[in-house]
């Protein structure tokens, strides 16, 4: 696509959407007031969300724990 209709420019062969994709990983946390360790698969944002707010009550916020 031409530049100035947004693209890199008129030589370009091959346009292809861009992929965004998650920074997933498994991560195994532990959780004082159960006791034990849970490994969860969460992002990277999550994991700074957890060190923020503590693994209980973010992970029960987001339903992976029972009440």
């Keep these: 696509m031409a530049k100035k209709k947004g693209g890199?420019?008129?030589?370009?062969?091959?346009?292809?959407?861009r992929t965004f994709s998650p920074n997933?990983?498994?991560q195994r946390i532990w959780?004082?007031?159960?006791n034990?360790?849970?490994r969860v698969k969460l992002?990277?944002?999550a994991l700074?969300?957890?060190?923020?707010?503590?693994?209980?009550a973010t992970l029960r916020k987001a339903g992976l724990i029972a009440a």
């Design 24 to 26: 997933l990983r498994e």
């Design 43 to 45: 992002t990277a944002r």
């Design 8 to 17: 890199v420019g008129r030589h370009v062969t091959k346009n292809v959407p």
């Design 36 to 38: 034990r360790h849970v």
């Design 48 to 56: 700074k969300t957890i060190n923020k707010n503590g693994a209980y």
């Design 31 to 34: 959780i004082p007031e159960l």
